[in-house]
T-cell receptor
Framework: GAVVSQHPSWVICKSGTSVKIECRSL??????MFWYRQFPKQSLMLMATSNEGSKATYEQGVEKDKFLINHASLTLSTLTVTSAHPEDSSFYIC??????????????FGPGTRLLVL | GQNIDQPTEMTATEGAIVQINCTYQ??????LFWYQQHAGEAPTFLSYNVLDGLEEKGRFSSFLSRSKGYSYLLLKELQMKDSASYLC??????????WGAGTKLIIKP
């Protein structure tokens, strides 16, 4: 149980294009979803937290107009990187947390999406 | 401030036991997670401790002392596939996971 999928796994795009990444909880309802970014050999960096049906809460330094997050349902959240540039190339990982108390506070991670902007 | 302290790298032998220590300082505390992350992959959940003491789950055990701000992950009967980074992540008063850089564990035959 508690499986999270992400699509696509890999994206290579030209500078200036927008990229959408989907995160789905497959066998549970995710009341909260999280988006992280991880650069090589660095720790996970939380970008934003989203609750179903409400606006995402962005961490300091993360541009909300550049990283658009939509948490449309209890099983789906999307991250759109708008007008991507080479410095946006990174490993983007989503995680999902189910309803308390059953799932406690555990975040289950998707497999991640590698974005390479040329 | 919030801080996590883990060894950067550890080496152990296949079949042996290794203990990865973690000390933390957070604004509030709502439990502590251990995740495993293989190179190039996303983290996978290992354990969650919210009360003091040892929780055993197969070859992996996790210990927490809230008064000392200390946790450890104990891995027994090490296998080559256990080579990975191990992330200690406490949950602060806002229920946010605080991530450090993790401990890279290298298993040698």
């Amino acid at each position: 149980g508690a499986v999270v999928s992400q699509h696509p796994s890999w994206v290579i795009c030209k500078s200036g294009t927008s990229v959408k990444i989907e995160c789905r909880s497959l066998d549970f309802q995710a009341t909260t979803m999280f988006w992280y970014r991880q650069f090589p050999k660095q720790s996970l960096m939380l970008m934003a937290t989203s609750n179903e049906g409400s606006k995402a809460t962005y961490e300091q330094g993360v541009e909300k107009d550049k990283f658009l997050i939509n948490h449309a349902s209890l099983t789906l959240s999307t991250l759109t990187v708008t007008s991507a540039h080479p410095e946006d190339s990174s490993f983007y990982i989503c995680s999902a947390r189910g309803e308390r108390p059953l799932f406690q506070e555990t975040q289950y991670f998707g497999p991640g999406t590698r974005l390479l902007v040329l | 401030g919030q801080n996590i302290d883990q060894p950067t790298e550890m080496t152990a032998t296949e079949g042996a036991i290794v203990q990865i220590n973690c000390t933390y300082q957070t604004s509030g505390f709502n439990g502590l997670f251990w995740y495993q992350q293989h190179a190039g992959e996303a983290p996978t959940f290992l354990s969650y401790n919210v009360l003091d003491g040892l929780e055993e789950k197969g070859r992996f055990s996790s210990f927490l002392s809230r008064s000392k701000g200390y946790s450890y992950l104990l891995l027994k009967e090490l296998q080559m596939k256990d080579s990975a980074s191990y992330l200690c992540a406490p949950l602060d008063s806002n229920y946010q996971l605080i991530w450090g850089a993790g401990t890279k564990l290298i298993i040698k035959p």
